[in-house]
């Protein structure tokens, strides 16, 4: 399949841009002003190719018989048909050599666009046929009544010279011959799917190289300065110069084209050596037994591929259990499918930036990867650089280099990179490049690789794509995503089986619709893969766990005997059946709240009665003092503020002292970072230490008046802490969102100490604050619950954790208390209808786009796929900054970029932070002036006084996003966090994503 992806790639090279032969695009180069193409060139290219193509014509006399059908129809139809609803496509079905050349061509800039005539928002949200469209929004715009043919006709002359004229025929009858390759070997479309998008990807990663060089610097082709066309041009002192003769750029991009798709096969990398890769297979005997169904999961895998005699591919879920070891068990899995003389490469994808950031350290530490073996990627320099103090060595010397570098770019592993890696990276732009696709070991944030799976984001795609196609896949926590970002990671679990990669997907709650909708993708890529015949390869779709026995449960689906779904449904029922044991480390409580001006005290009884039983002993200064550290889990920002103010300014009872911490995401950077600094190294209770001796509680203890014999500490937080968070609480008061919610929170209670509970950790409130104002859909933003076109719920009828929780096999009343675990998902004597309902909300969501995996869809092609379903909904926020002045006053800037000077411009200097009513209620809440000076302390341990870098990240520390609004509010800032002064308006209310 190669040798026919290298003649696609170079066919479409040679003619991605004859488009530019009109006279406008060739008046458009030598003006100075940026115009705008109301019939972009590559569509011009496509429309005369597919002219000729149809005609057998690629010869010369086709080729003047296709430009001037262009003149005579071609142009006058574009025109009129832009204002039909028969748009114009260069192709019926994407089956063939020359549909996936006319796609290359026509979308080497933009894909395909949706149905334009579905003007109606929530109509075009739903999905098209699964044909291509193409209505003329991305490739015709900006036509009007005044508009005329004479700008798009061939430029008069555009041959100068006779010698011209010949490497134009010669460009056509190489065009010919590639034509009249080999045999296609297939018409499937699932072929043609992988051919288009690699030799498409191919054509973008030329044209973007060879559009760069300039020809008239040392070795550029001087000698073809004079010419009749030209691709580009340059700007110069407010002149336009002519740069690349069209018929060499031309040339330049079909060739490079042909190279660019080995790229993507087999290729040298660094991969992870012998040496480390045996580590990881003799490790599991060292850790203590909880981990050694580890060993046992990696033996299976390996007997599995040892029984293929072709080549294998893994799809593998981890569902272990929280404290499982989930983090190492996922390498150590990619390695078992990899025999010792097959290149282990691994890219690991993250929803959070803090726990892309944990884990790479984790590789690093435990997997004792040096710095050349594996990079972190996230888009957060501030918090990169913070994170790498924190894992400074105290012994080490600190260097600034060592906070800027990501991993994986010194010198010299970047200079044993083959030449074709080190030529990703852009003149004067740094190793990125280079450095994301050479990286043995790379630990991003899903926001990189999603591009993947997202052709419109062009040469983010390609990079992206060259990275899954060189490494295996790993995702973790699948299901913390949105529905909508859902299908973006499905994009990319399909293009890593479109090169035959093995993927491990980690979560202990995924549920069987969305495990289902990953097989499928997978599948769907593993088809793309083998569709040409010639790659045999046997896939493989196992479960493995640390549930079900002392050495867990390996489980491996034979696609014959059962579908996958009822297959994982009854997997997973089995591990929760055999996992009900008599220690429970969670243990669950509803509590009975029917009104909104209830919560605040409803929440403060479930604090004190939970404190009361997982409380622990400390003594200081001769007194004995009974404190723990709980966590009241909020959906959302706002309500979380003003309940933080609320607490901490109510009476409680005598001798009981109560402080609290809001945490979230809206809150200045340096004031977070130093709250999330506090709570690891305190809530790190590995080993059962005694929090009585940690600096940070003793302080606390020492505070407190003589009569106080209870010191209860709580975290007030939103979903951050639900994942990334590696903490162990003594307790938790939960408002509910979904099933999936109320598990991952859950798991940070008891998480390290596994103490047995008699009595109840986790008090879950019955209604949350949605339901309690009598809003008709509760469990949104966050949470799953889908609605009908009126708004009415099509999932999740009862709002009441009492009717939700019930076990669905049983018509009995909730028990008072229950073991909260994975079990009220998958456990059928236990499966609740929260779990049933969530499951519903998600195949709703689902259904109406993995329609895109089927083989016959060709909508891949078209943008719709993609701008309806990003990773994340797209940021309408504004960007802040506040600077502590030396009077206590903060100085509020906006970020406005098209301000003339400054783009930061002024906009309040008279604020001041509100702090707390009553200081002594509250703990880790400094107000900013003190958390910018304490961070100016690390900073300057870390590079040095008076450093550079120290101001530079003074002004990220200050920087934060607010909703947009229109331009009437501003930020007000208080010991809580950050809210909007347009208090209760419906941006300041949505929950701002972690």
């Not at 498409?200 to 973007?208: M, P």
């Not at 710095?371 to 790498?388: F, K, N, S, T, W």
């Not at 009884?605 to 966590?631: E, P, Q, T």
Request: hydrophobic content about 40%; overall charge neutral; glycine content about 6%.
């Amino acid at each position: 399949m190669a040798a026919t992806i290298r003649r696609l790639a170079f066919f479409a090279g040679l003619f991605h841009d004859i488009g530019k032969l009109t006279q406008f695009f060739q008046s458009k180069l030598r003006s100075t002003k940026v115009l705008r193409d109301e019939i972009s060139h590559e569509w011009v290219s496509a429309w005369v190719l597919s002219h000729m193509l149809q005609h057998q014509s690629l010869h010369w006399d086709g080729w003047l018989a296709a430009w001037q059908a262009w003149e005579d129809n071609g142009i006058q139809y574009l025109l009129s048909s832009h204002r039909s609803h028969q748009p114009w496509r260069p192709f019926e079905r994407l089956n063939s050599f020359e549909s996936a050349a006319l796609m290359s061509v026509a979308t080497h800039h933009r894909l395909f666009s949706a149905d334009e005539a579905r003007e109606d928002r929530d109509q075009r949200r739903n999905p098209p046929g699964s044909e291509v469209v193409s209505p003329h929004r991305n490739h015709v715009s900006g036509i009007s009544p005044a508009t005329t043919v004479t700008p798009w006709r061939r430029l008069e002359n555009c041959f100068q010279n006779e010698h011209e004229t010949r490497r134009w025929q010669a460009l056509l009858d190489e065009g010919r011959q590639l034509l009249q390759g080999d045999a296609q070997p297939s018409q499937q479309p699932a072929y043609w799917h992988k051919a288009g998008l690699i030799a498409r990807a191919a054509l973008i990663l030329a044209d973007h190289h060879v559009s760069a060089i300039r020809v008239k610097e040392p070795g550029g082709p001087s000698s073809h300065l004079q010419s009749g066309a030209y691709a580009n041009s340059l700007r110069d002192d407010g002149k336009a110069i002519l740069n690349q003769p069209l018929i060499w750029h031309l040339e330049q991009v079909g060739r490079m084209a042909l190279s660019c798709v080995d790229f993507f096969g087999p290729q040298l990398l660094p991969a992870l050596d012998a040496d480390k890769r045996r580590a990881m297979r003799n490790t599991g005997g060292l850790q203590p037994s909880r981990f050694s169904w580890q060993d046992h999961a990696c033996s299976f895998i390996e007997r599995t591929r040892n029984r293929d005699a072709s080549d294998s591919a893994f799809l593998i879920f981890n569902v272990a259990s929280t404290g499982a070891g989930k983090t190492r068990a996922n390498v150590r899995a990619l390695q078992a499918c990899r025999s010792s003389v097959d290149p282990l490469r691994i890219t690991a994808g993250f929803n959070l930036r803090t726990l892309t950031l944990q884990t790479a350290s984790a590789y690093r530490s435990e997997l004792q990867l040096s710095d050349d073996e594996c990079a972190c990627v996230i888009g957060d320099p501030l918090a990169r650089a913070l994170h790498m103090y924190e894992q400074q060595d105290d012994s080490q010397a600190a260097t600034p280099d060592a906070y800027a570098s990501s991993g994986c770019d010194s010198e010299g592993f970047l200079k044993q990179l083959p030449i074709w890696v080190q030529g990703l990276d852009r003149p004067g732009k740094g190793h990125a490049n280079a450095t994301l696709l050479g990286a043995p070991v790379l630990v991003a944030t899903m926001d990189y690789l999603v591009a993947a799976g997202d052709p419109t984001r062009q040469a983010q795609h390609v990079l992206a794509l060259l990275r899954i196609a060189h490494s295996d896949l790993l995702i973790d926590e699948a299901d913390s995503y949105d529905p909508q970002g859902l299908i973006a990671v499905l994009r990319v679990v399909q293009m890593a089986g479109m090169f035959g990669r093995n993927v491990v997907i980690s979560s202990a709650t995924l549920s069987s619709v969305l495990a289902e909708k990953i097989e499928q993708a997978w599948r769907s890529g593993i088809a793309m893969h083998c569709a040409d015949g010639f790659e045999a390869l046997t896939p493989h779709t196992l479960l493995i766990s640390n549930q079900g026995s002392g050495t867990g449960r390996q489980l491996a689906h034979a696609g014959s005997d059962m579908p996958f779904r009822p297959w994982y449904e009854e997997s997973m029922a089995c591990l929760s059946a055999k996992t009900v044991a008599a220690d429970i480390h969670r243990m669950g409580r509803i509590v009975q709240i029917d009104s909104q001006k209830d919560f605040p005290s409803i929440v403060a009884k479930s604090c004190l009665s939970a404190h009361k039983d997982h409380g622990w002993s400390c003594s200081s200064n001769g007194r004995l003092v009974h404190a723990s550290v709980g966590i009241v889990r909020l959906a959302n920002v706002e309500p979380l503020q003003r309940l933080a103010n609320q607490l901490a300014s109510q009476a409680w009872p005598e001798g009981i002292a109560v402080k609290i911490c809001a945490y979230h995401a809206s809150e200045i950077p340096a004031r977070r970072y130093l709250k999330e600094r506090a709570l690891d190294l305190l809530l790190k209770r590995s080993g059962n230490p005694e929090l009585s001796q940690h600096p940070l509680i003793a302080q606390e203890i020492a505070s407190l008046p003589a009569h106080v014999r209870h010191l209860v500490l709580i975290v007030l937080a939103s979903p951050v802490e639900e994942v990334g968070r590696d903490h162990d609480f003594d307790w938790a008061v939960v408002e509910p969102s979904s099933m999936h919610s109320i598990i991952q929170l859950a798991g940070r209670v008891n998480r390290h100490r596994l103490a047995p509970v008699s009595r109840p950790n986790v008090y879950l409130l019955n209604r949350n604050l949605r339901a309690l104002q009598h809003q008709p859909l509760c469990f949104i933003r966050p949470g799953l619950q889908q609605s009908d076109a009126y708004g009415s719920p099509l999932t999740h009828p009862h709002d009441r954790l009492t009717c939700l929780l019930r076990p669905m096999a049983s018509d009995a009343a909730l028990a008072l208390t229950f073991a909260l675990d994975a079990g009220l998902i998958f456990d059928p004597v236990r499966r609740c209808q929260f779990a049933k309902e969530d499951e519903k909300a998600i195949e709703l969501l689902l259904n109406a786009t993995t329609g895109f995996f089927d083989e016959h869809n060709e909508q891949w092609a078209c943008d719709w796929f993609y701008v309806n379903h990003p990773l994340r909904e797209k940021d309408f926020s504004e960007t802040w900054r506040a600077q502590p002045l030396p009077d206590g006053r903060l100085l509020l800037e906006r970020y406005e970029p098209n301000h003339r000077g400054s783009p930061w411009v002024e906009q309040r200097n008279d604020d001041r932070e509100t702090l707390a009513t009553h200081l002594a209620a509250t703990w880790l809440s400094p107000s900013v002036h003190d958390a910018e000076q304490r961070l100016r302390r690390q900073l300057e341990a870390m590079y040095g006084p008076g450093a550079a870098q120290i101001s530079e990240s003074l002004q990220l520390a200050r920087q934060f996003s607010m909703p947009g609004t229109d331009g009437s509010a501003y930020p007000v800032i208080s010991w809580t966090g950050i809210r909007s002064s347009q208090a209760g308006n419906k941006h300041a209310a949505r929950p701002r994503p972690s």
